[in-house]
């Protein structure tokens, strides 16, 4: 069975940081990429950040670039997202996913076969 456990997350003031784990199983870690998306209510699920599994190689949105970044242990089969100087606008649930058989990197929900159960994330001004 393929799981996503994701774990921190919480509330935290402007210019602060967090961290968020995407613990995997079920599937060979080093074949995937694992995304980080998040969403704020009405929106649609926003990609953020990739890293591929196998090579390390990371891959970020405009609008995080230099606050976040995206680290795998992949003896543990884990993903991590430290955010850095964070902003109120980077209020949001947070999600992990996982493309199993990935060539590269992307950006949008629908390459991904597998979620976490979300974060939330609230930064406060």
């Known amino acids: 069975e393929v799981q996503l456990v994701q774990s921190g997350g919480g509330l935290v003031q402007a210019g602060g940081s967090l961290r968020l784990s995407c613990a995997a199983s079920?599937?060979?870690?080093?074949?995937?990429?694992i995304g980080w998306f998040r969403q704020i209510p009405g929106k649609e699920r926003e990609g953020i950040g990739c890293i591929n599994a196998g090579n390390g190689v990371t891959y970020y949105k405009d609008s995080v670039k230099g606050r976040f970044t995206l680290s795998s242990d992949n003896a543990e089969n884990t993903v991590y997202l430290l955010m850095n100087n964070l902003k109120p606008e980077d209020t949001a649930v947070y999600y992990c996913?996982?493309?199993?058989?990935?060539?590269?990197?992307?950006?949008?929900?629908?390459?991904?076969?597998?979620w976490g159960q979300g974060s939330q994330v609230t930064v406060s001004s």
């Open positions: 079920g599937f060979t870690f080093d074949d995937a990429a």
């Open positions: 996913a996982a493309d199993e058989y990935a060539g590269g990197c992307g950006f949008q929900p629908y390459e991904f076969d597998y």
